[in-house]
């Protein structure tokens, strides 16, 4: 069993940045791949970023290439989303997932434990 928890979310002007974080507790930490989703009212869970176990490989949903940045520190059970330029368009209540499987995926469905998320409001 992993118990995830989000942090850092709120309301940001277009253009700003902010920095969420997700701490895992419970199995070992360096075991899962991670990932950050995200779903907005109305719209089902959708990929936003991925990152392997070492933190070596990461991976990203077209719409945040070149904006956002997944990292992790194993040492403090952390996995973080920079989010810089945001958009109005990225308003979404965030969630990290742990994954298990080596096979990379960005179907929502496929991870094994989730954070209840942190709500991000961009106002344009």
């Known amino acids: 069993q992993v118990q995830l928890v989000e942090s850092g979310g709120g309301l940001v002007q277009a253009g700003g940045s902010l920095r969420l974080s997700c701490l895992a507790s419970?199995?070992?930490?360096?075991?899962?791949?991670m990932g950050w989703f995200r779903q907005a009212p109305g719209k089902e869970r959708e990929f936003v970023a991925r990152?392997?176990?070492?933190?070596?490989?990461?991976y990203y949903a077209d719409s945040v290439k070149g904006r956002f940045t997944i990292s992790r520190d194993n040492a403090k059970n952390t996995v973080y989303l920079q989010m810089n330029s945001l958009k109005a368009e990225d308003t979404a209540v965030y969630h990290c997932?742990?994954?298990?499987?080596?096979?990379?995926?960005?179907?929502?469905?496929?991870?094994?434990?989730w954070g209840q998320g942190t709500q991000v409001t961009v106002s344009s």
């Open positions: 997932g742990a994954n298990l499987s080596p096979v990379v995926t960005f179907d929502y469905k496929k991870y094994d434990y």
């Open positions: 419970g199995r070992t930490f360096s075991n899962y791949f």
């Open positions: 990152i392997s176990r070492s933190g070596g490989n990461t």
